[in-house]
């Protein structure tokens, strides 16, 4: 009789289902909370997630830096402000993604929100009567730094670069890594000094410059042989034949960071020979 039968199965799987419930009220004991163990095995296979520093200027005053990096959508790990005590402020823990940096690359990395520390200084970058001016800035457009200011940034960059081992080549302005957008820190941020006094970033060694400087050719090189170059070294260059605007804007980068008192945006020898010259310090 199927009605029975089927009758049967229910009352059976009641009993079955009140029999896993009792089972189940009856069981008291919680299953144990794992436990990390982070000391017996660790893996080679790794490398710190903070990979750059990026510095920038904000063009703001204190007030206004202050009210922007912590109200807007956009913000830095630490922020140095021109009042002259010797307070740096963190506005987002280094374990945290600051939005301070944008699109651009360098490296082979882009979005590099994700691998870097984002510092700001509060400086007007370029003077008021130059602003809106078309063409690249010379560097008396650029307004200085503090000391102060630059003696705090030497000792953070400083202290984090030795915390995360970072690359000295990977200690790059915000032009650096976005250069047909961006121009700070600008050119009155203080490269040479940093490298010669404080031993922070990359610099090149004079006599690899007189070098390469004393070595050129008779044939000049190709625009494609420049371009790689600038590549070796990190920066966004593209690969075509001719020297057009984005091209001319990271050799203004270039030279804002490398040879900041004759910012152009033209190729010329001296450029390259400094370029070559970072190469074969640093590898590129
Ligand atoms: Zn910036």
Known sequence: MPFLKSEHVMVKNIFLALG???TLIG????APRYSIDSTSYQATGKNERIQFIVLHYTAENDAESLRILTEARVSAHYLILKKPDARIYQLVPDSERAWHAGAGSFAGRSVLNDTSIGIEIVNDGIAPEYRGQKGYHPYA????????QIRKVAQLVNDLATRYRID???IIAHSDMAPSRKI???AQFPWQRLYQEYGIGAWYDEADKAEFLNRRTLVAPSVQEIKQAFRDYGYPMND???W???SRDVIYAFQL???PEQPTGEMDAETYAILQALNRKYGG
């Not at 457009?141 to 102060?148: G, I, Q, S």
């Open 141 to 148: 457009h650029f307004v200085p730094f503090d000391a102060l």
């Open 240 to 242: 075509t034949d001719t």
């Open 184 to 186: 700070d820190p600008g």
């Open 20 to 22: 896993f419930t009792l």
């Open 244 to 246: 057009d605007k984005a």
């Open 257 to 259: 960071h490398f040879r």
């Open 27 to 30: 069981c008291t004991t919680p």
């Open 168 to 170: 000295p080549t990977h």
